[in-house]
């Protein structure tokens, strides 16, 4: 019995922001998101919305990020943990400097510790 591999990805909005989700095909993820409203699944309801509601008001740009080696459980735990950092701490994250986010991670740990 296989497992089917989730992603974590990260894409950038035309306004600059960082949206994070898990799927199992990153690049048909990403164009449900450029699609938008439009659905096409065996059973759906035609029109059906497919892309994150996030991108209703921008528009997804490219897909900046990607994480492979989960399983759905460890996916979600995974995009919780992304969602949950700064700005600066996803950029980090993108540009592939991930000494620095798992520093940041313990440190953001160690500084919720002592409150």
Not at 49 to 75: I, L, M, W
Not at 80 to 95: M, N, P
Not at 104 to 114: S, T
Request: proline fraction near 2%.
């Amino acid at each position: 019995m296989s497992t089917t591999p989730w992603y974590v990805y990260m894409i950038q909005a035309s306004d600059g922001s960082l949206y994070t989700g898990i799927t199992t095909d990153v690049d048909r993820r990403f164009q449900e998101h450029l699609g938008g409203n439009e659905g096409g699944k065996l059973g759906e309801k035609k029109g059906a919305k497919k892309g994150a509601k996030y991108f209703q008001g921008r528009k997804p740009e490219k897909v900046v990020y990607t994480e492979q080696g989960h399983d759905r459980s460890s996916a979600s735990k995974r995009e919780a943990e992304i969602k949950r950092l700064r700005r600066e701490q996803k950029l980090a994250l993108v540009a592939g400097q991930s000494g620095l986010i798992n520093k940041c991670i313990e440190k953001a740990g160690a500084d919720q510790d002592e409150d």
